[in-house]
């Protein structure tokens, strides 16, 4: 039988994900706290992007709603949540974290549209903003300006995925480039949805790339030096989106016909060599 802590490892490694690098540079205590973190979050965001039919999505979602209360009075069934809640004292995560995870993949249920850039960010801010904050609370924090760092990192690497995930998200009839910038470039919502390139949109990612480069600068600058070494596992996943972002404009945002990624071997280098400079 599958333990709690077996079935979330399982998740993690599934995923292929950037995190997962990460991860293996941490203490045994905090990996298992991230790892269960990462798989609920893995869990709820399954659901808006797995399951087709809206109102069998919702119910799904007020399910993990209740088994967040319930798992905060002691009563978890879901694995994941078994293997996270032994962990939430140790490392402060509480419901409100958790249930905010939830309100963004509502959103996306709910909407498939930004008509602009702030509406975008707040919706950032549930999906990444708030698991920065979780995250950065695991790998080990003094000072209150993390919390700030933690955000505005989320948010950076958020808007690295939309890039990334542009085509993607138009097969699914989604699209999160501000409308606003979409009428300022003159690229029609069509134009995404059928894959259509053109300079116009190039130069609407362009834009993108630009503002995700330059929240990960307003990132950096907020982690103080008392923390910098706790925070190396989230250092390693910025240089990596971040280079992933590189790829992405060295391709000429080629991003509406497939994925672009980095190989696996190329992740774990980058995470090694942000933990040996320490940045």
């Not at 989604?174 to 130069?203: C, H, N, W």
């Not at 992405?248 to 672009?260: K, S």
Request: charged residues 25%; contains cysteine.
């Amino acid at each position: 039988m599958t333990t709690p802590e077996q079935y979330v490892q399982e998740k993690a490694a599934a995923s292929g994900s950037s995190f997962y690098y990460a991860f293996l540079f941490l203490t045994p205590p905090r990996r298992a706290a991230i790892t269960a973190f990462y798989a609920f979050c893995r869990e709820v965001d399954d659901v808006a992007d797995e399951v087709s039919d809206p109102g069998v999505a919702g119910a799904k979602l007020a399910w993990w709603r209740s088994e967040v209360g319930a798992a905060f009075t002691g009563n978890p069934s879901h694995p994941a949540m078994r293997a996270l809640l032994p962990h939430v004292a140790a490392y402060g995560i509480e419901p409100r974290h958790l249930l905010a995870v939830i309100d963004g993949c509502q959103m996306d249920l709910d909407q498939s549209r930004y008509l602009d850039f702030p509406g975008l960010a707040s919706y950032c801010d549930l999906v990444a903003g708030v698991v920065g904050e979780v995250a950065a609370n695991i790998f080990g924090r003094t000072l209150d300006s993390t919390v700030a760092y933690a955000h505005r990192l989320g948010l950076a690497m958020q808007l690295t995925n939309i890039v990334r995930d542009v085509g993607d998200d138009a097969r699914r009839g989604r699209i999160y480039l501000p409308m606003s910038e979409l009428k300022q470039y003159d690229v029609k919502a069509a134009e995404i949805l059928e894959g259509k390139y053109s300079d116009r949109f190039t130069a609407l990612m362009r834009l993108q790339a630009e503002r995700a480069h330059r929240t990960y600068d307003e990132a950096l600058a907020l982690l103080g030096d008392a923390d910098r070494a706790a925070q190396k596992p989230g250092l390693m996943m910025a240089n990596i989106y971040r280079s992933l972002l590189r790829e992405i404009e060295a391709d000429d945002f080629a991003v509406l016909h497939q994925r672009i990624s980095l190989t696996p071997i190329r992740k774990l280098w980058i995470a090694m060599q942000t933990n040996w400079r320490g940045r």
